[in-house]
Nanobody
Framework: QVQLVESGGGFVQAGGSLRLSCTSS???????MEWHRQAPGKQRELVAA???????TYSDSVKGRFTISRDDANNMMNLQMNGLVPEDTGVYLC?????????????WGQGTQVTVSS
């Protein structure tokens, strides 16, 4: 099992940058790591993901602005967010997911708030 803790959220003006971090209590080496966003009144959406082999996926809304990275040696994942817009506002949650023994295992952090003002 892993426990995930996000950090780095805050308040920023449009056009600014933030760097989010997700720290795990255990090894993330075998997990696909994901960042999700929960905006007020909207469904939770996948923002970015990185597999164990380093393949990345981004939502169309953040492609070219956000960069996901992982540091398995230190059990961490980051999300560099540049060119922030008000629509990026929301709670950002870290997720670790693994398919093993015929079932999905996933763990979530509590989230970190990102607020972008216009």
């Amino acid at each position: 099992q892993v426990q995930l803790v996000e950090s780095g959220g805050g308040f920023v003006q449009a056009g600014g940058s933030l760097r989010l971090s997700c720290t795990s209590s255990g090894s993330i080496r075998l997990y696909t790591m994901e960042w999700h966003r929960q905006a007020p009144g909207k469904q939770r959406e996948l923002v970015a993901a990185m597999t164990t082999s380093g393949s990345t996926t981004y939502s169309d809304s953040v492609k070219g602005r956000f960069t996901i990275s992982r540091d398995d040696a230190n059990n961490m994942m980051n999300l560099q967010m540049n060119g922030l817009v008000p629509e990026d506002t929301g709670v950002y949650l870290c997720n670790a997911v693994q398919w093993t023994s015929g079932e999905w295992n996933e763990y979530w952090g509590q989230g970190t708030q990102v607020t972008v003002s216009s």
